[in-house]
């Protein structure tokens, strides 16, 4: 699983990442495969330590996966409150990603947190 790992209610998993300053969600099913995004959109918002108030996004699907605009900046010293929406727009679940779990490798398309 790529990305800060956390388990949803229906033995799923989901893996938040940072890749080239955007937040990117990926979907495993229950034997941690990777599969298709089961929801259309979710919105984040965090508190990043080097500027006052909240930074928000919406993140769109992007191949199998969920991806917000390049809005993330350095230190990943925080967390990250993400709600699921579904196609018509209502909440599917609210989760808690803590960034500083991450570690920093370097990949080809750029640098991944």
């Known amino acids: ?10 033995g799923t998993f989901m893996g938040l990442a940072v890749e ?4 990117d969600l990926r979907f495993y099913d229950n034997e941690e495969q990777l599969m298709a995004a089961p929801v259309s959109r979710a919105t984040a918002w965090w508190r990043p330590r080097n500027k ?3 930074e928000r ?7 199998e996966e969920l991806r917000s605009p390049a809005k993330v900046r350095p230190p990943l010293v925080l ?3 993400l709600t699921l929406l579904d196609t018509n727009g209502s909440a ?4 808690r990603f803590n960034l500083s779990e991450l570690s920093k490798t ?5 640098e991944r947190y």
């Open 57 to 63: 996004v919406v993140l769109n699907v992007a191949g």
């Open 20 to 23: 080239g300053n955007s937040l």
């Open 1 to 10: 699983i790529v990305g800060v790992k956390v388990e949803r209610g229906d």
């Open 79 to 81: 967390s990250v409150m």
């Open 92 to 95: 599917a679940g609210s989760f």
């Open 106 to 110: 370097e990949t080809t398309t750029g």
């Open 52 to 54: 006052s108030g909240r």
